[in-house]
């Protein structure tokens, strides 16, 4: 059955008039599906009976079921386990700043790309989330909360260039006019570094923000953090960001989870300048946050400071990421990964 909560506007109208119903149904499914967030055909209470029922043989409506929310005493992060209808978890997160919230979606069950620091990626990939499960998350977590989401990060587990076409469709039915309506500006897409796909997605011309995740200034260190660097070389990594500002306008955030000694020293910071700072970019420095299955630790306050300091004298925009949920497995894939293995 197709999953009418992936289809674009247009291909709703196909699909309308192929089952002999007015082109402007479409608009009205549209809206009950992306702007008032109904979970079921029954909902629609301006359609007919009949059409309702005709809807709900023909298609699927998919919505994510509520397993499991925790929420930071500390600072108001939420983190969200969901059911997909074939069983597996996911997570998401719902962060609360002064300008806005914004929800952290996974886009992946699980994650191959073997990053050594990270928790989502243990367990391999299972596969990749459809469009309709990315926006469920948005959806599901702005019914919760009873709050708008303004931000939307694709942070979470797994890698979006790796499971590109629904990306693509999820960016745009999040961002089109007659669903949530959320700004490109207000998006950020975070890869690991493939390459094509970032040339790709560069000539998409959207107006998401980039973000990269770096970890290493050097090839040789960044390949002992990430397998993903065996299979493309720094500069090419470094050059498609180039290119994605060309293309776009968009400035390019670099994400460095710094990693007690390994690469945190100043030597690291002296190379990561000279890598990029012909590039119009942002550096957000994230203490790495330890997991269990690994002895990487987190760098001491003051070596944080002191990267820090360095990146900033050369001119180059820096911030540090503020750790929230660090009480709830806030880091990423640690609560979907405890869920599994309790169950
Ligand atoms: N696959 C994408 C997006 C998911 S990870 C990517 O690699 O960018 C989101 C960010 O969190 C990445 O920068 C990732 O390297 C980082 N990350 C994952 N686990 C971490 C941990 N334990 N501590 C600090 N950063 C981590």
Redesign the pocket.
């Known amino acids: 059955m197709t999953d009418i909560k992936s289809l674009t506007l247009l291909e709703l109208q196909e699909e309308m008039e192929r089952l002999g119903e007015k082109k402007f149904r479409a608009k009205q499914v549209y809206g009950w599906m992306h702007e008032k967030l109904a979970d079921h055909f029954d909902e629609m209470t301006n359609l007919s009976k009949a059409l309702r029922e005709r809807l709900s043989k023909e298609y699927e409506l998919p919505a994510l079921k509520f397993i499991k929310v925790q929420q930071s005493g500390q600072d108001g992060t939420c983190k969200f386990l969901f059911g997909l209808p074939d069983g597996h978890v996911i997570e998401s997160v719902l962060m609360r700043y002064h300008y806005g919230n914004s929800v952290c979606i996974s886009?992946q069950v699980g994650?191959r790309?073997g990053?050594r620091?990270?928790?989502?990626t243990l367990g391999g990939l299972q596969r990749g989330l459809r469009p309709s499960e990315m926006l469920d998350q948005i959806y599901q977590i702005q019914k919760w909360s009873k709050e708008r989401v303004h931000n939307v990060v694709?942070?979470?587990?797994?890698?979006?260039l790796?499971n590109y076409d629904s990306l693509l469709r999820f960016l745009h039915l999040l961002t089109c006019e007659g669903g949530l309506h959320i700004s490109q500006r207000n998006v950020t897409v975070?890869?690991?570094?493939i390459v094509p796909k970032m040339r790709k997605l560069a000539e998409e011309k959207l107006q998401i923000t980039l973000?990269?995740?770096l970890?290493a200034s050097t090839q040789e260190k960044r390949k002992a953090l990430?397998p993903v660097a065996n299979r493309y070389e720094l500069s090419e990594v470094i050059d498609a960001c180039r290119y994605y500002f060309e293309q776009t306008g968009r400035r390019i955030t670099f994400?460095y989870?710094l990693v007690g000694g390994v690469n945190d020293q100043e030597e690291d910071a002296r190379e990561l300048i000279r890598l990029i700072q012909p590039l119009n970019c942002h550096v957000n420095l994230?203490?790495?946050?330890?997991?269990k299955e690994r002895d990487?630790v987190q760098s001491g306050r003051q070596t944080i400071v002191n990267f820090k300091n360095k990146l900033e004298k050369s001119g180059i925009v820096v911030s540090i990421r503020r750790e929230l949920g660090r009480d709830i497995d806030g880091?990423?894939?640690?609560l979907r990964r405890s869920y599994i293995e309790s169950h």
């Open positions: 886009s994650c790309m990053c620091f990270c928790a989502s694709v942070m979470g587990t797994g890698e979006p790796d975070s890869t690991c570094g973000a990269l995740s970890h990430m994400e989870s994230i203490p790495v946050n330890p997991i990487y880091a990423c894939g640690q």
